[in-house]
């Protein structure tokens, strides 16, 4: 019997429905469908592709400070895993950032000033992982990126991670597992309710995220 929670799948529009705006509010995450089309999957993936052949053409190592994270791919060529501050140096890459849509998400922010991380952080990042036997990184442990802040001797500010799926990501295969309500958590459970990175355990209150291509 599957027992997988489940939840409504949205579709971002121009702005946030009073559902939508509810169910973020006790929950803490939206799933959207079909926010980009197999057309433009395929354009950003030729922009990554460009940028990967850059950098390792000219051995980038960091970028703004920020290191990037190399790997290998099923033949064994090198590929980039991590990329940071993607947009900086790509221009089909900074204009995806440009859709219209992204600032509907932020009242979900309840803050002034909202705006899209470009710059700062590690702005717009790329994640490339192969699953296959024998790969470095085959798994990440229960993590907020809140903590960073703390880090760097900062106050949490209000911040929206959003990730779009380039292709499936089902569970067996390592998809986006989420404690619903933890946006609302207090800061000594944010720190110490688990191992950060290390806590690889199953979560019985966990929801998965299975989304389809292009989501």
């Known amino acids: ?7 409504p799948r949205f579709t971002l529009g121009q702005t946030l429905t009073a559902e939508q705006r509810e169910f973020f509010q006790q929950h803490g995450f939206l799933h959207f469908r ?12 030729a922009a990554t592709e460009a940028i990967q052949a850059r950098w390792l053409a000219e051995g980038v190592e960091k970028v703004n400070g920020v290191p990037i994270k190399y790997g290998h791919d099923v033949d064994g060529s090198r590929i980039v895993q991590r990329f940071a501050f993607a947009s900086q140096h790509s221009p089909e890459l900074h204009e995806f950032l440009q859709d219209a849509r992204f600032p509907a998400l932020f009242p979900l922010l309840e803050a002034k000033n909202e705006r899209i991380g470009e710059d700062e952080k590690n702005g717009l990042v790329i994640n490339h992982y192969v699953n296959v036997p024998g790969s470095e990184f085959s798994q990440m442990g229960w993590h907020t990126d809140s903590l960073r802040d703390i880090f760097y001797g900062r ?11 380039l292709d499936g990501t089902p569970a067996t295969n390592g998809g986006l597992r ?3 309500g933890t946006h609302r958590q207090p800061l000594r459970e944010m720190i110490f309710r688990k191992k950060y990175f290390k806590d ?16």
């Not at 079909?34 to 993936?45: D, K, M, N, T, Y």
């Open 200 to 215: 690889l355990s199953a979560d019985p209150r966990s929801w998965p995220s299975r989304p389809s291509p292009a989501t």
């Open 178 to 180: 989420i404690l619903p």
């Open 1 to 7: 019997m599957d027992l997988t929670p489940t939840y």
């Open 34 to 45: 079909g926010f980009i089309s197999p057309e433009q999957v395929a354009h950003i993936l």
């Open 155 to 165: 106050r949490i500010g209000p911040m929206l991670n959003v990730g779009v799926h």
